[in-house]
């Protein structure tokens, strides 16, 4: 396998200002509905809530902590099934029920001493846009809406819940130079005897 390759055409379409960018990252904050999920929510009659995650958004977040990049959710909604999710993924943080992500957005870089350009940012919405005209990586998803998208400095490929937050960790990854060891490491049949 020709990971190089592979590789280089999954990434043809992206710009060199996005990989310039995406070099400085050290913290992906992402929202959670209409990202890492499709925006929908299915309530049963007992009032219990049910989200679908994508599987592949969520392996990526253990590889980009393993490499030093923090992650984090700031997301309107409060849910105990987001919770759970985050917490399930060993997310640096993640906050619930913000009605101000602009502020939220201002007190995470205090605490964590990060200037904006060293954030990259995934979300679908008003509500984010407070942040997304602000990081140094501004990422929506393909089904974002039309009059948030002209504030973004890339758009995905993919709907929310459908490996956005993949792909922007792989983008990640790769303005690292990690992408590549990572899938050729994983790839070695020596790893099935370990």
Known sequence: METEKIIADYFA????????RAAKIKLVITDIDGVMTDGGIIYDDNKLEFKKFNVKDGLIVYHLRKSGLMVGAITGRESYVVQNRCEELK???HYHG???KGKKFSEVLETLELQ????????DDLIDLPILSRVGLAVVAADAIEYVKPIAHYVSRFKGGEGVFREVGDILLHANEQL???IDTL???????K
Do not use: C, M, R, T
């Not at 379409?13 to 310039?20: A, K, L």
């Open 13 to 20: 379409h992206i710009s060199e200002e996005v990989w310039e």
């Open 91 to 93: 997310f640096d943080f």
């Open 98 to 100: 913000v009605k101000n």
């Open 116 to 123: 904006a350009e060293e954030v990259a940012y995934i979300g």
């Open 180 to 182: 590549v060891p990572l």
């Open 187 to 193: 790839s070695q049949k020596e790893n099935d005897k």
